[in-house]
């Protein structure tokens, strides 16, 4: 009742203003800033926002700036040809997961999923009889010889010149073909209506963050291209509080860690580490690498829920 109470609220907000903040977090509205412009002769007023995760804050009306909506052609275009002299990597700390699971719902918010929904997901391992239990974050691989591109009738998903694989929902018809041939079971259908469909309603198609999502369509990691267009690392490797993630350009050979900030060499962390990639005798050539879970960080006691790994 409350949740159904807070929607209302949302809605009525939404459409007294007529706005709403995009995947990107920025301001969208010319009625917005026309209100604002007019409300704005003392310093220091505020007006309220709604953002993308459902959050209402307070920002200073001087500082409201109008976003143009750069138009689709122009965002499917460069989301195809990807960023140019780039080779990008994500490097996954086994040793240092504790399933924080932070990482999944930075994710979430980030590609209007629900919690239901995984671009990424954490996995109870364990190898064999008498060997220790593990926990396994796991993405889209973005193989450098993907199967999944390979099957698509319409051309909706391809692999970028700077090594990710993205999926186009103003292409993709729905024939699930990819998911059934992708080994590492990376992605997901939209059965239904996407999480605040009505909130994105609005925004322009982004491709690198497949955001507005669409029912009937593919959807799966994006390695967060859009971040990567301004400079900064995926959501996923940002959230993580545990020092799991490293990602970074395999052409610079260097990876930055995304809890610590630190910035190391891509070949001697995999050299040093016996890195290894999952599956490789399918000759799909992951992007994504794995370090052993030796010399844990904490000791593992089998328990998913247990509040000591949620830290």
């Known amino acids: 009742m409350k949740e159904e109470a807070s929607n209302k609220s949302r809605r009525n907000f939404l459409k007294s203003f007529g706005v709403t903040v995009g995947a990107a977090g920025v301001v969208s509205s010319f009625s917005l800033l026309s209100a604002a412009k007019a409300a704005a002769k003392e310093p220091g007023e505020t007006v309220n926002l709604l953002t993308a995760d459902g959050q209402l804050v307070q920002v200073d009306k001087n500082q409201l700036r109008p976003t143009v909506n750069e138009p689709l052609d122009e965002l499917q275009q460069r989301g195809r040809e990807g960023i140019a002299g780039k080779s990008f990597v994500m490097v996954i700390d086994l040793s240092k997961c504790r399933n924080a699971r932070k990482c999944m719902s930075a994710c979430q918010n980030h590609h209007q999923l629900r919690a239901d929904q995984h671009h990424i997901n954490v996995l109870q391992m364990q190898d064999a009889d008498h060997t220790a239990p593990y ?36 292409r993709c018809i729905g024939c699930r073909f990819c998911i059934a041939a992708c080994p590492y079971s990376a992605r ?12 994105y309603k609005d925004l322009t198609y982004n491709i690198e963050a497949n955001v507005p999502q669409k029912k009937g369509t593919v959807s799966k990691c994006l390695f967060s291209a859009d971040r990567l267009r301004e400079d900064k690392l995926p959501s996923c490797v940002s959230a993580c509080p545990n020092g799991v993630y490293y990602f970074g350009d395999r052409n610079e050979d260097a990876v930055t860690n995304g809890t610590s900030g630190e910035t190391v060499r891509f070949s001697k962390l995999i050299e040093e580490n016996a890195g290894y990639t999952l599956m490789e005798e399918l000759g799909t050539k992951p992007r994504v690498y794995y370090l052993p879970p030796k010399n844990r960080a904490f000791e593992f006691n089998g328990d998913l829920l247990n509040e000591e790994n949620l830290h």
């Open 188 to 199: 997901i259908f939209q059965w239904t209506e996407p999480k605040d469909a009505e909130k």
């Open 135 to 170: 926990f396994m974050p796991k993405p889209c691989q973005h193989c450098d010889n993907p199967p999944c591109t390979k099957v698509c009738p319409v051309d909706a998903t391809f692999k970028r010149q700077d090594g990710i694989v993205l999926i186009d929902n103003e």
